[in-house]
């Protein structure tokens, strides 16, 4: 999904009603992500595809239907 975009830094997903994400759909921005904003969603569990990224600083979940 996002090919080519590989120095992208930060990224808002917020207030998408998204429940789930590839596994790999941030493949091509492990090493660049910073900043992600997955916020006010529908999230129950958490996104698989967060463990690829490597570089990230800043994750917001906020808001979600997680369980710990």
Do not use: G, T
Not at 6 to 15: A, G, I, R
Not at 43 to 66: D, T
Request: net charge positive; charged share 25%.
């Amino acid at each position: 999904v996002f090919n080519y975009v590989n120095k992208l830094e930060k990224l808002s997903l917020s207030h998408n009603r998204l429940s789930e994400l590839h596994k790999k759909v941030f493949m091509d921005l492990s090493k660049s992500l910073k900043n992600i904003d997955l916020s006010f969603n529908e999230f129950h569990n958490f996104p698989h595809a967060l463990e690829f990224l490597s570089s990230v600083e800043e994750l917001n979940l906020q808001n979600n239907k997680l369980k710990v």
